[in-house]
């Protein structure tokens, strides 16, 4: 059983996440291209006007059916609907669609390891919208060898809270974690310390601390790292090393190596293969920071 289910229109007037940084007189191909837009992934939203396809893929637990959900003429999907759909059983991801237009989709079939949507009957949400849930077991991945120089650019929406103690990945390269911390690897992750987020290379990190629901963009330019929650403060680390490097497996909510996965949410997600502007970062931070109720500087 396969259904795709349109969404309804949103009330924001900020207008859509990534058309919101295209300067007047350019194109949104053309100003996408020049920044490096390699992946957009949202669980409960369509993040460009352009974008016709389907957003998310859920299995329905009590009979394993597939929903295809979409954004139809509006911006965020339907939850109502979703509800409606899956009644008191749970709901889990087995699709997230990228919509950057390079084809990196996100997707997980094996059910044991698929992260949670709905949970008997409750919708997984950041403050009203839908998101991903870490159930302690699972991520969702794609295998697209996103390849680099020494530039790249993270923004994404997440929960950071209480350490689970187990260095678990928000964001990772490799699908367990083993090799995103060296050279040629890539990481945001929660450290062992409560309320903390950030990246490490080499033995070096660049963490900040904050809490509940929060916008984090990790931005890699040469030796440098920063990384910077709700568009204030953050942190800049400068270390040795960093060279080109290849994305083979990208993985959200992953494992940290030996088999301990995250257990947060998480909401949009941005990747650029470069370091784009900090004005673009903070235009797309207030947006990103708006759909999903979170304040931003």
């Known amino acids: ?47 460009t006007s352009t974008y016709t396809g389907d957003i998310i893929q859920l299995r329905r637990s009590s009979d394993s059916a597939s929903l295809y959900y979409n954004a139809g003429t509006g911006e965020g999907v339907n939850s109502a609907q979703i509800i409606t759909d899956i009644g008191s059983n749970s709901a889990f991801f087995a699709g997230l669609y990228d919509q950057s237009g390079g084809g990196r989709h996100l997707t997980q079939a094996t059910a044991a390891n698929q992260l949670q949507a709905v949970n008997a009957g409750v919708l997984q949400t950041i403050n009203g919208k839908v998101c991903l849930k870490g159930t302690g077991s699972g991520t969702i991945k794609g295998q697209h060898n996103f390849a680099f120089s020494n530039t790249c650019t993270f923004i994404i929406a997440c929960e950071v809270g209480v350490a689970q103690g187990i260095s678990g990945r928000y964001v990772s390269c490799n699908a367990n974690g083993g090799s995103d911390t060296t050279t040629n690897g890539f990481l945001l992750y929660e450290t062992n310390t409560n309320n903390t987020v950030g990246t490490v290379y080499n033995s070096i990190p660049a963490t900040v601390t904050t809490s509940g629901m929060a916008i984090v963009r990790v931005k890699r330019n040469g030796n440098t790292i920063s990384v910077v929650v709700n568009g204030a403060g953050g942190v800049t680390t400068t270390t040795n090393g960093l060279t080109n490097f290849s994305l083979q497996n990208l993985a959200l909510l992953s494992e940290n190596g030996i088999g301990n996965y995250l257990n947060k949410r998480m909401g949009d997600v941005l990747f650029f293969n470069t370091a784009i502007p900090d004005a673009d970062c903070v235009t797309l931070e207030r947006n990103m920071g708006a759909w999903h109720g979170i304040t931003v500087a």
């Open 1 to 47: 059983m396969m259904t795709a289910i349109a969404g309804v229109l949103g009330s924001r007037k900020a207008g859509f996440l990534l058309d919101s940084i295209v300067p007047t007189g350019q194109t949104f191909s053309a100003y996408m291209t020049s920044l490096g837009l390699v992946g957009a992934w949202s669980p409960s939203r369509k993040l």
